[in-house]
C-alpha cells in the first residue's frame, strides 16, 4: 500500500511512452475489482482503532468540514462513535462541489460553525481526506506549524531521542522545539510520499508538512485532540512560530537564480534576519 517513489513513476511513464508493446500481462492475467461491501464500516473500525482504548470523545463538540469529498461519511461517524456530539458539514457531494467554499482549503464557513455552534474544535479535511486544518473554539485557524508544534510537545516527551520529520514550508522554529523537547528535528523535501519515506527510514514518529499532511507513528492520534480542546490560543505556540512575511525581490531573484543553476525546485527554505522566504 505504499506509494511509489518518484524514480519508479519515471519508469513506469517512460515504459508508457514506448507503446508498452512486450512484455506486458495477457487478459487472463490480469488483476481483478473486487467489490467489498462492508468497507465503509471496516474503514471506520480502523480510524476508531487508533484511539487509546481508556479515552474518548464525550466531553467534546467537534463541527468538521468534509468538503463535500471522501470522508464524508466515514469521519462524522467515526467522531461519533467515539463518543463527540458532531456537528457535520460539508457533506453533500454531487461529484462537482468537492473542496468548493469548504474544507481545509477554505475554513471560514468552518470557523463561523464552530463559534455559532459554540463547539470544541473545528476540524477542516480535504477532498480527499489527506489533509487535516483545525479551528479553536474561538474561531481561529490553527495551521500546521502550530498542530505539529503542540504534537511535538505532547508526544516527545514520552519518546526522547526520536526523529520528528517537516518539510521546507515549515518555520526553522519547528526544528528548534524539536530539538528543545528532546527530540532530532529533519528538515525535508514537500511531497507526503516523500515525507513517509524519510519517516520509514528515519524511523520517525512524527512528521508533517505545511500543506497539512500530518502523519504519526505511534498510537497517539488523540494528542491533536487534547492540545487543542480548549480553544486556547496557544501562546507558547505563537511565541515560538515566526510568522512567514511575503518574500522581497531580492529573495525572488535568488530563487530564480538557484533555479537556473539547479533545474527543479521542489522547496526552498531561505534564512534572513527577520523572515523566512519559500
Known amino acids: 500500500g505504499k506509494k511509489l517513489d518518484d524514480e519508479t513513476e519515471l519508469q513506469i511513464e517512460a515504459l508508457m511512452a514506448c507503446g508498452l508493446t512486450e512484455d506486458v500481462a495477457s487478459p487472463a492475467d490480469l488483476g481483478r475489482a473486487k ?21 474518548n470523545l464525550s466531553s467534546l463538540r467537534l463541527v468538521i468540514d468534509c468538503a463535500n469529498g471522501a470522508a464524508y461519511k466515514v469521519a462524522p461517524t467515526a467522531l461519533w462513535e467515539r463518543g463527540a456530539d458532531v456537528i457535520p458539514i460539508g457533506v453533500e457531494p454531487n461529484g462537482f462541489n468537492v473542496n468548493e467554499d469548504c474544507g481545509s482549503t477554505a475554513p471560514a464557513r468552518l470557523a463561523k460553525e464552530v463559534v455559532k455552534y459554540r463547539a470544541d474544535l473545528g476540524i477542516a479535511l480535504d477532498g480527499d481526506g489527506d489533509r487535516v486544518g483545525l479551528i479553536t473554539n474561538r474561531g481561529k485557524f490553527v495551521d500546521a506549524d502550530r498542530m505539529l508544534m503542540a504534537l511535538v510537545q505532547s508526544i516527545l516527551p514520552n519518546y526522547p531521542g526520536r526523529t520528528v520529520v517537516f518539510d521546507v514550508k515549515c518555520t526553522s522554529k519547528l526544528g528548534a522545539l524539536v530539538k528543545q523537547f528532546g527530540g532530532s528535528p529533519i528538515m525535508h523535501r514537500s511531497g507526503h510520499s516523500l515525507m513517509k519515506q524519510k519517516m520509514r527510514e528515519t524511523n520517525a514518529i512524527l512528521g508533517g ?37 511575503p518574500c522581497d525581490g531580492r529573495c525572488q531573484r535568488f530563487v530564480c537564480i538557484a533555479r537556473d543553476k539547479f533545474g527543479f525546485v521542489a522547496g526552498w527554505h531561505v534564512s534572513v534576519p527577520r523572515n523566512i522566504g519559500r
Open 35 to 55: 467489490r467489498i461491501d462492508d468497507a465503509q464500516a471496516r474503514y471506520v473500525e480502523i480510524v476508531k482503532s487508533t484511539f487509546p482504548r481508556n479515552k
Open 209 to 245: 508538512e505545511f500543506a497539512a499532511h500530518i502523519f504519526i507513528n505511534l498510537d497517539e492520534k488523540f494528542a491533536i485532540i487534547k492540545s487543542f480542546n480548549t480553544g486556547i490560543d496557544q501562546p507558547d505556540i505563537d511565541a515560538a512560530v515566526q510568522r512567514h512575511a
